[in-house]
């Protein structure tokens, strides 16, 4: 069963941090390019990190500087450490896996709120 679970989210103040994790199953994960994407209400949704098999990485305009992904293939395990914090990261943070199909966590709810 494939499937890919996240957690970590929350409630944090502006300029805080919160450090995601999506843990995978059932895929080949070190063959896996894994991403992390969000979506606030009323928007498209958006890629903010990526992370191929290889360890390459790929972020969004928005989050550079700000957010870094990796992750742990021993622990079949991408996390994404989320630092300085603005009201406008709040959105549902969703995990992606790519290797032959795409497969989609559930998301969590990530709110930067004063």
């Known amino acids: 069963q494939v499937q890919l679970v996240e957690s970590g989210g929350g409630l944090v103040q502006p300029g805080g941090s919160l450090r995601l994790s999506c843990a995978a199953s059932g895929i080949i994960f070190r063959l896996s390019t894994m991403g992390w994407y969000r979506q606030a209400p009323g928007k498209q949704r958006e890629l903010v990190a990526q992370i191929t098999s290889g360890g390459v990485t790929n972020y969004g305009d928005s989050v550079k500087g700000r957010f870094t992904i990796s992750r742990d293939n021993a622990k079949n395990t991408v996390y994404l450490q989320m630092n300085n914090l603005k009201p406008e990261d709040t959105a549902v943070y969703s995990c992606?896996?790519?290797?032959?199909?795409?497969?989609w966590g559930q998301g969590t709810q990530v709110t930067v709120s004063s």
């Open positions: 992606k896996s790519s290797f032959g199909s795409v497969t």
